[in-house]
């Protein structure tokens, strides 16, 4: 069955860095789109960052320049490398596949039904 194992969360001042990382199996990863999405409490879900297959990338504004996404079909994982962190990135974050073309689309629309997300808080 589809697994997605996030880790690489933890706790960082604010300006510091951290890199993601997200073990896929059950689906052949190299064909998917993948994106990283956050749920931050009180907060809308957030999709951050997503890259298609052919590793055309997509950032919200609230990430872009800070965050790179990026992927290694060779090992089936996903990674998200978030520089510059705020306070507001303090959230949940979780890996999630994604439908459709990533190409001039407003939000991509990723989901996981699967992973438990990985926590980042960042401290000022």
């Known amino acids: 069955q589809v697994q997605l194992v996030e880790s690489g969360g933890g706790l960082v001042q604010a300006g510091g860095s951290l890199r993601l990382a997200c073990a896929a199996s059950?689906?052949?990863?190299?064909?998917?789109?993948m994106g990283w999405y956050r749920q931050a409490p009180g907060k809308v879900r957030e999709v951050v960052a997503a890259?298609?297959?052919?590793?055309?990338?997509w950032y919200s504004d609230s990430v872009k320049g800070r965050f790179t996404i990026s992927r290694d079909n060779a090992k089936d994982t996903l990674y998200l490398r978030m520089n510059s962190l705020k306070d507001e990135d303090t959230a949940l974050y979780f890996c999630?596949?994604?439908?459709?073309?990533?190409?001039?689309?407003?939000?991509?629309?990723?989901?996981?039904?699967w992973g438990q997300g990985t926590q980042v808080t960042v401290s000022s």
């Open positions: 999630a596949r994604c439908v459709g073309s990533l190409v001039g689309v407003s939000t991509p629309y990723c989901f996981n039904s």
């Open positions: 059950g689906f052949t990863f190299s064909s998917t789109p």
């Open positions: 890259v298609s297959s052919g590793d055309y990338t």
